[in-house]
């Protein structure tokens, strides 16, 4: 090992000590700083994992869509299932509707199911709860679970079904009367918006709601496993008129991505600034340390030591703390990200606020997934920045003339 | 005739003081065979140390030159090689034990391997630590710390050794240990001497008494 590395090392851990004051200090605020970026971008990109896994597992992995729908969709269906990488197809319908049972209203989308072909492109299955999937018909609901909840029906209860015609039909002085419909399931995906606002009939039931006829408003597409979703977009297109669009799920959602990724960058921008604060704290220690040490400096200098190599000395410091508190920061931020739960747990336990976090919170538990990209890109970053830390130093050491140093007080 | 390990001509230097100029140097020559003590004695201010930076090249002339072995190179990886230097307040790195100080000057070298350790541990026998090695310098005393920079002057078998006041920090007893100890190595190792001191007594155990008064070195 260089001789300037070996120092440097011996500086920051010297013989017979452990680990030193400013070692420690300067190591800690580098390891909270990564700890923290660690914690935060991964809960962040664990809601974009969760919110991914929900739309695929709910709506496939590709969707068509038409303005005003999709009148022959068995033909596109056809079409579709036969483009290469295509799984299955699903064709449905969704709007808004108005739900009844007993005095208490609400207002959410009904999504009108193939019961055919939905099974092969959703995941829906998996999250009914309560009764099943098989039990749907043409005169049945599934509620999810918030909604349910909150209008007080269960499973065998009857609801009434108001669709959007009854403002034509009551503005054309026709009778309109809702449609009655048996609760035969309940469903909960882990989504709060989708888990309060959602209701999942048949395709007819659907079609009836809204007068489409035969009319879909859209197909959602599995993909076979490993397929690229935009290359299977572009393969669909390739096979359906221009006014029918297959758009990826990131496509779909591409307004939504954008936003989430901006905040991802500013947080991850203004988390940094902990680390650059830690490697300022850094500065300052090794600075100190130049002053304190000028007599050995010189001496360095009096043994053969190049001013290049004194600076690396310092300079190797900064590299040193940074691979760390990289490591202490990584450790420490991976053993938080595994008890998330548990701490989240416990402090609405503590404050008992476990229902209002399940009311405004997007998903029952806190998600976590962690990029490779986003920690390397920490790991590059964090060193990069405490190795920059020590060059001020660096430079005032290797500037220092060894006689000069030798004879300072 | 082999050339003198080290040669100085002319050596001058001066200092800003005000607006004037303070000569410290006014034209010196040295020449130091192979295995030669020197003693260099002065007034405090007379210019011992400056003159004693010229040589070990850590500071630069104003006018004349130093040669060591014949060559003009004075440069750091030269001197790491071929000089050995001890100072009056030892310079050992606190957070380094005794063996990982001598060790130091060997590792700016360059070569570091078993046999290093070895001489670096024989070292510290040969000056009386070899039981202390792993001690860091503040719990050495102060003859024991010199004591372990005169070690480390010896670490690379240099040709040269350069001492500016190695008993200045220290009691009388203990001061004339260090000047024999530092004398009795350089003579078994060949190496030369140029020893800066105040003290009349150790510079009689020198083969070469100098004088530096007025800028200006002389025998005495």
Redesign the interface.
């Known amino acids: 090992m260089?001789?300037y590395l070996?120092?440097a090392l011996?500086?920051l851990f010297?013989?017979?000590r452990w680990f030193p004051f400013f070692t420690l200090i300067s190591t800690l605020g580098v390891a909270l700083g990564v700890a923290l970026l660690v914690i935060v971008m991964s809960v962040m990109g664990g809601f974009v994992f969760e919110i991914r896994h929900l739309i695929t597992d709910t709506e496939g992995e590709v969707q068509i869509v038409a303005r005003g729908g999709i009148a022959d969709y068995r033909a596109v269906v056809g079409k579709v299932e036969s483009v290469p990488g295509v799984a299955a197809a699903t064709p449905y319908a969704r709007d808004a509707v108005m739900i009844k049972f007993g005095d208490k209203p609400a207002f959410p989308m009904l999504r009108g199911l193939d019961l055919g072909s939905v099974e092969r492109v959703t995941q829906l299955s998996h999250y009914v709860v309560i009764g099943s999937l098989d039990d749907l018909d043409d005169d049945s609901i599934i509620l999810s679970m918030q909604l349910a909840t909150s209008i007080g029906a269960r499973v065998g209860d009857t609801i009434e079904v108001y669709s959007p015609l009854i403002i034509n039909k009551l503005s054309a002085d026709e009778v309109f009367l809702p449609r009655q419909v048996r609760v035969v399931g309940i469903l909960e995906i882990g989504h709060q918006q989708l888990d309060s606002s959602t209701v999942y009939g048949t395709l007819r039931l659907a079609q009836d709601l809204y007068g489409l006829g035969s009319t879909v408003h859209g197909i959602d597409v599995r993909l076979k496993d490993g397929v690229n979703e935009d290359d299977a977009a572009a393969r669909i297109n390739a096979v359906l008129p221009q006014d029918i669009r297959a758009l990826s799920w990131e496509d779909s959602f591409s307004d939504f991505l954008w936003v989430v990724n901006l905040e991802r960058g500013m947080i991850f921008f203004l988390l940094l600034f902990i680390v650059i604060v830690a490697a300022f704290s850094v500065t300052s220690s090794l600075l100190i340390s130049v002053v304190r040490k000028t007599?050995?400096i010189?001496?360095?200098?009096?043994?053969?030591?190049?001013p290049i190599?004194v600076a690396a000395c310092f300079c190797a410091q900064g590299l040193f703390i940074g691979i760390l508190g990289t490591a202490a920061g990584l450790a420490l931020g991976f053993t938080a990200l595994a008890f998330r739960n548990s701490v989240v747990l416990w402090i609405t336990k503590v404050t008992q606020r476990e229902e209002v976090l399940r009311r405004f919170y997007q998903f029952s538990e806190l998600p976590s997934h962690t990029s490779g990209s986003t920690v390397a890109l920490i790991i590059v970053l964090t060193i990069v920045i405490s190795t920059l830390a020590g060059l001020l130093p660096a430079w005032k050491a290797a500037r220092l003339?060894?006689?000069e140093a030798?004879r300072s007080e | 005739m082999s050339d003198p390990v080290l040669s100085a001509r002319a050596l001058r230097k001066a200092f800003p003081s005000g607006d004037a100029r303070l000569e410290v140097l006014r034209g010196v020559d040295l020449d130091v065979a192979a295995g030669e003590s020197i003693s260099i004695r002065g007034e405090s201010g007379s210019g011992k140390s400056t003159l004693l930076n010229l040589l070990a090249g850590l500071d630069s002339p104003d006018s004349g030159s130093v040669a060591w072995g014949g060559s003009g190179d004075t440069g750091a990886r030269r001197r790491a090689a071929y000089l050995g230097m001890v100072f009056q307040s030892f310079y050992l790195v606190p957070e380094l034990d005794a063996l990982a100080n001598v060790l130091l000057a060997r590792r700016i070298l360059g070569g570091m391997d078993r046999s290093a350790r070895a001489r670096a541990r024989e070292l510290l026998g040969s000056v009386g630590l070899a039981g202390r090695s792993h001690h860091l310098p503040a719990h050495l005393s102060g003859g024991e710390r010199q004591r372990v920079a005169l070690a480390r002057a010896l670490m690379n078998s240099p040709s040269l050794i350069l001492a500016d006041e190695p008993t200045g920090n220290l009691d009388e007893g203990t001061g004339n240990g260090v000047v024999d100890l530092l004398l009795g190595l350089c003579s078994s190792a060949n190496a030369a001497l140029v020893l800066v001191t105040h003290n009349a007594a150790h510079a009689a155990k020198t083969r070469r008494r100098m004088l530096l008064t007025s800028g200006v070195l002389g025998d005495c």
């Open positions: 260089p001789w070996h120092l011996r500086q010297p013989t017979g007599r050995e010189g001496l360095l200098g009096a043994l053969g030591g190049r190599h003339k060894p006689v030798l």
